[in-house]
């Protein structure tokens, strides 16, 4: 192994391996490093389990919505069957990933990066000099600092779970909260969740949410709003949560589900001048540091953009693009985000809350779909769009999706924003019917 690279890539997920594997199919010497399981969170410990586990919550929910109209009795969740499936997933990436990029003849190493001058870090003492650094470290579960926060399990925790705990608390409303909580309250656990204002999710519109929740209240999830968590304490009886407010809760497991923070504060990134803070490391627009010669992606660099997989392998062959042949400032498509509870939340693109203020130039098209054939023929509980057309060229250019085929539709309109269709356009396609394609001519 040497010791000299043309580039170092700090962080072995989905973000690092992307940017190692295209800066070696371009000739440059490449070393990878990881201090923890290879592959990174999403298929180790993030949306790749969670959505293992998703699958038995949306058969259940599937088999509830045809009660009486095809379907006779509803399914137990069978946890620790559920636990050894998503297990026979996620104990094959490790060792994949590592053999993926050794397959390439890509040099790894496992341990701690340390930037010790330009051009130079140690990784667990080993001293490796380069030319340029890609730091892809990505994030980690936040911890609140409450008296007692030693009783926080994280989703990390959860999604390891043997068996499932009578008495589940999520401290935190946003995507992690509301998919772990749903989860959760489909295999059984009776479920809270805590949040400290009356805004979860203030990401997604207003009214979305307020269904979304509607719809987990009915199924079993008791939603304590405007409540500031204080302490935690170890009782004979369980854990027991006190608020500002007085309110008090026992459970059996807490989870802290209130934002993650970046992997950037181990890094001795002030060696090099790298500026760095809460919410990731500095970029620019052509993902460069403050040091011109370490660039940041994925979920550790501090953009306005939002931290997902996809969006990570997107600026991961903008980098190696930028490091084998420099050229404009990063450019991103429309980017779907997506909550998925039950049923599940998306958006993308304008929101109705911003076309609302422009009168002139945006209609807003509220639609309640529920009787629609597509949701019809499943017995779907609800299903609502809002999708944003601009009134000057007929193009949708917004759209936020509830229903349980959020996620598959999120990705077409995410297409016709992209694309710039309009309805014209669409009726110009013949398209499988029916299908929640099919539906697509009507949301305009």
């Known amino acids: 192994m040497s010791t000299q690279y043309d580039v170092v890539v700090i962080g072995g997920g989905p973000a690092g391996t992307a940017v190692a594997s295209g800066l070696k199919a371009k000739g440059k010497n490449v070393l990878i490093v990881e201090s923890d399981l290879w592959g990174g969170t999403c ?16 058969a259940k929910v599937a088999a509830q919505n045809l009660q009486h109209t095809g379907l006779t009795g509803v399914p137990d969740v069978d946890w620790p069957a559920l636990m050894a499936h998503k297990r026979g997933y996620t104990d094959k990436i490790n060792d994949g990933t590592l053999a993926g990029l050794k397959g390439q003849a890509i040099d790894t190493l496992h341990g701690e990066a340390f930037f010790q001058a330009d051009g130079q870090l140690t990784v667990d003492g080993t001293v490796i000099a380069t030319n340029d650094v890609v730091i892809a470290t990505g994030q980690r579960p936040a911890i609140l600092p409450v008296t007692g926060h030693e009783y926080f399990k994280t989703s990390t925790d959860f999604l390891d779970l043997d068996t499932m705990p009578k008495r589940v608390t999520f401290v935190g409303g946003g ?18 969740l805590i949040h400290h204002n009356d805004r979860p999710l203030k990401e997604f519109d207003q009214t979305m949410v307020q269904a979304l929740m509607a719809n987990l209240t009915d199924a079993g999830v008791k939603f304590n709003l405007d409540q500031d968590l204080q302490s935690i304490t170890q009782e004979a009886d369980g854990l027991h949560l006190k ?28 060696h090099v001048g790298v500026q760095f803070g809460r ?30 997989t996809p969006v990570a392998g997107f600026e991961a062959r903008y980098v190696v693009g930028q490091l084998t042949q420099p050229g404009a400032p990063i450019d991103y498509p429309v980017i779907p985000t997506q909550v998925y509870a039950a049923p599940k939340l998306a958006q993308v693109g304008l929101s109705a809350a911003e076309a609302t203020a422009q009168p002139d130039r945006y209609v807003v098209n509220d639609l309640d779909m529920t009787t629609w054939f597509t949701y019809y023929r499943f017995s779907a ?22 229903s349980d085929l959020a996620d598959e539709m999120i990705n077409y309109l995410t297409l016709l924003i992209e694309q710039r269709l309009t309805v014209a356009d669409l009726q110009r396609l013949v398209l499988a019917y029916p299908t929640p394609a099919s539906d697509l001519q009507y949301l305009y």
Do not use: M, W
């Open 43 to 58: 298929p180790n410990r993030g949306c790749d389990p969670k959505k293992i586990l998703l699958s038995a919550v949306e």
């Open 175 to 192: 995507y992690v909260g509301f998919e772990l909580a749903t989860i959760a309250n489909a295999a059984g656990a009776d479920v809270h």
């Open 243 to 270: 608020t500002a407010t007085g309110f008090e809760l026992v459970t059996d497991l807490v989870i802290c589900s209130a934002g993650r923070v970046p992997n950037d504060d181990h890094l001795g990134l002030a």
């Open 279 to 308: 919410h990731g490391i500095a970029v620019n627009d052509h993902l460069q540091t403050t040091n011109p010669h370490i660039y940041a992606v994925g979920d550790v660099s501090d953009t306005p953009i939002p931290k997902l």
């Open 381 to 402: 509980k609800q299903a609502l769009a809002k999708v944003v057309v601009d009134q000057t060229t007929g193009q949708a250019v917004g759209a936020t999706v509830l």
